[in-house]
């Protein structure tokens, strides 16, 4: 009877066979991404189907086991996420065991991926392949590993750029063979959870003497002014800071252009500025004793024009660098998770951004007046109507004057009409309260504004049109 016992409890250990099993992985050279991997050990059950992993640098990518029978299985490798070159632990379980290391395999670094990457669309800036270039902005602390994961799937940092003020960096990235933007982010989702990553993207501008503007808001037929020295910075075009309007108004500005970048004509730049600070006779600002901070963010490279996502991110830095606490954008483009995360971190650092709703008369959500760290502005015409190429949707917070408007070009004057131009108006008129946070605005704007349309928040006018008080 003892003996019976003994040999029952030494049937329950775990079997010393399968702890110091050896185990195999062939082919021993590298293998192609879509390959398959054969692996030999005597503990490999016949029945109940194994469960297999590639590991490397703590990320662990599941593969398919394809067949499996007593002493060996195959598996097939995925097509893409891997690393050309890289080397990875495969990790196998029996049913119900633990994970143990049971060999390595290295990706081929000559590679046979049948996907090709797509074109880059208008909106993405393109890799030197044509290929959509992406972003990843990443806290600087997880910048190695960051760097160790997006080269770990195979991709191409192209290059690089500092954002100091937020303790961050910039990575432009292209990827290889079939991979795509979830493969990037979950890379990085281990190794660097506080990076965002997105595509490139490119922002267009936002684009009239009736001078309705400010009887229509109820300011000054000579504008409004601010505390002197108030900072208001405008990511935009060039600013010909020489314009008669601007006439001593200190302008500093900022060039955000990245390298191979042809500038812009500083038109828009220039109406905005002076919208915001002029002191010309017809043409005139809403805060008028600013001091402007005008990052040069627009250029045209590669049949592409707008301000790309990286300039944009300079453009917040050196902004916050530099004490500016409202920002103007009146831009337009795709949602996009990196800018988001821009858009958070200058917030956090004490701005009021301001963006323009966009002129492509959508209700979808466009960037960045769709983030919920900025104020969204529309345009509306002299009698309260809205602009017909605004953009509309829930997001939206108020409305200004932009439809055939008398404004500032790069050296005379004319009508323009654009949520470009109801934007600045409406961070004059934050600037002008003393208001400092999002949160502020809409409480202040849902006090002050003039309704417009349906009763309440709308899709299309927002709390309704911005309103003046106590100018000059």
């Known amino acids: 009877m003892k003996r019976f016992l003994i040999v029952s409890l030494l049937a329950l250990l775990p079997s010393a066979g399968l702890a110091q099993d050896r185990f195999a992985v062939s082919p021993t050279g590298c293998v192609d991404p879509g390959g398959v991997i054969t692996v030999t050990g005597s503990a490999i059950p016949s029945a109940a189907r194994s469960e297999v992993f590639l590991e490397r640098a703590g990320r662990r990518t599941e593969i398919n086991v394809t067949s499996q029978q007593e002493g060996r299985f195959k598996a097939k490798l995925p097509r893409r996420g891997l690393g050309d070159g890289q080397t990875y632990n495969v990790l196998w379980a029996p049913p119900g065991g633990a994970f143990m290391d049971v060999g390595d395999v290295t990706i081929c670094k000559d590679t046979k991926v049948s996907g090709k990457q797509p074109r880059a669309s208008k909106e993405v800036v393109p890799a030197p ?15 190695v590993a960051a760097t160790n994961a997006v080269e770990g799937i195979g991709a191409t940092i192209l290059r690089t750029r500092s954002l100091a003020q937020f303790g961050q960096t910039i990575l ?17 989702a281990g190794p660097a959870p506080d990076a965002d990553a997105d595509f490139h993207h490119i922002y267009g501008l936002s684009e009239g003497a009736r001078l309705y503007a400010a009887t229509l808001v109820g300011a000054s037929t000579g504008g409004c002014n601010v505390p002197r020295g108030t900072r208001i910075g405008l990511i935009d075009s060039g ?16 060039n955000a252009l990245s390298q191979g970048e042809k500038r812009l004509s500083p038109d828009h730049g220039t109406a905005v500025a002076a919208l915001v600070a002029g002191s010309g006779a017809e043409v005139f600002g809403f805060a008028q004793g600013a001091s402007i901070f005008a990052a040069e963010a627009f250029g045209a490279a590669k049949s592409r024009t707008g301000a790309r996502l990286e300039n944009i991110a300079a453009s917040l830095d050196w902004m916050t660098g530099q004490g500016v606490r409202y920002v103007n954008m009146s831009m337009s483009g795709p949602p996009n998770r990196a800018f988001d995360g821009l858009l958070r971190s200058s917030a956090r650092k004490g701005a009021l951004l301001v ?13 960045p007046a769709g983030s919920n760290y900025t104020v969204a502005v529309t345009a509306v015409d002299a009698k309260g109507r809205s602009y017909r190429k605004a953009n509309s949707g829930k997001h939206i917070d108020v409305a200004a004057p932009g439809v055939d408007l008398y404004v500032a070009g790069s050296s005379g004057a004319g009508y323009k009409s654009g949520t470009s131009y109801a934007a600045p108006i409406a961070l004059a008129r934050l600037a002008q309260a003393g208001v400092r946070s999002k949160d502020q605005a809409t409480r202040f704007i849902s006090k002050n504004a003039a309704d417009l349309g349906p009763s309440g928040r709308d899709a299309k006018y927002g709390y309704g049109l911005i309103k003046f008080s106590n100018c000059f």
């Open 129 to 143: 392949s044509g290929a959509p270039e992406y972003i990843v902005v990443v806290p600087n602390g997880q910048l």
């Open 172 to 188: 432009m990235v292209e990827l290889s063979g079939g991979a795509g933007l979830q493969d990037l982010r979950d890379a990085l």
């Open 239 to 254: 600013v010909n800071a020489s314009h008669p309007a601007l006439n001593g108004v200190p302008v500093r500005s900022y």
């Open 355 to 367: 963006a323009a709703a966009g002129n492509e008369g959508t209700n979808s959500v466009r960037f």
